[in-house]
T-cell receptor
């Protein structure tokens, strides 16, 4: 089975622009979670989608949004980019069959975003 | 709120030796899951091992094993017969149920260096 894929892998934007990142989960996985990784804050949870619905959301401003399509692919969008948004953005997929937690999340290679 | 603490920012080990990475967590939940992920320089997050809190038996995966102490809320990772390829950042992660659905809480990581 192919793993989680993320596009693009690298991105350079300027302040004030917006950006859209894409994540394709492992075939058969219905849950996609997004994380931001920075040296200062570590790994922080952005949101999680299951069956096109956002089930959980972290503590990020409204500039960060996401969506999931019927084929489970997910996108996240950041509007009005700030310098502090420079980070590695990781997505992870899991089966999403349970109502409880604990499912193993499988991560993509990440998108490295640099905001100038 | 759930918190995960890794008190060792850096560790080093000689090739073929054994090393133990520490992790403690704080939660009020009784049912949860714990994970160790490794992140090599490629930044791809890779699952190392998973532990279900209701299971008394410590999880093992080849050279990797955990020491899970539920009462002490401790979850350490032991790497036996260390190899050069084990060099990476190791993250301890927690997953609960209910409101934390689809979300992993990560520690700040331990950078492991393996010396030949």
């Amino acid at each position: 089975k192919a793993g989680v894929t993320q596009t693009p892998r690298y991105l350079i934007k300027t302040r004030g622009q917006q950006v859209t990142l894409s994540c394709s989960p492992i075939s058969g996985h219905r849950s996609v979670s997004w994380y931001q990784q920075t040296p200062g804050q570590g790994l922080q949870f952005l949101f999680e989608y299951f069956s096109e619905t956002q089930r959980n959301k972290g503590n990020f401003p409204g500039r960060f949004s996401g969506r999931q399509f019927s084929n489970s692919r997910s996108e996240m969008n950041v509007s009005t980019l700030e310098l502090g948004d420079s980070a590695l953005y990781l997505c992870a997929s899991s089966l999403g069959t349970g109502t409880g937690g604990g499912e193993t999340q499988y991560f993509g290679p990440g998108t490295r975003l640099l905001v100038l | 709120a759930q918190t995960v603490t890794q008190s060792q920012p850096e560790m080093s080990v000689q090739e073929a030796e054994t090393v133990t990475l520490s992790c403690t967590y704080d939660t009020s939940e009784s049912d949860y899951y714990l994970f160790w992920y490794k992140q090599p320089p490629s930044r791809q997050m890779i699952l190392v091992i998973r532990q279900e809190a209701y299971k008394q038996q410590n999880a093992t995966e080849n050279r990797f094993s955990v020491n899970f102490q539920k009462a002490a809320k401790s979850f350490s990772l032991k790497i036996s017969d260390s190899q050069l390829g084990d060099a990476a950042m190791y993250f301890c992660a927690y997953s609960g149920r209910g409101s934390t659905l689809g979300r992993l809480y990560f520690g700040r990581g331990t950078q492991l260096t393996v010396w030949p």
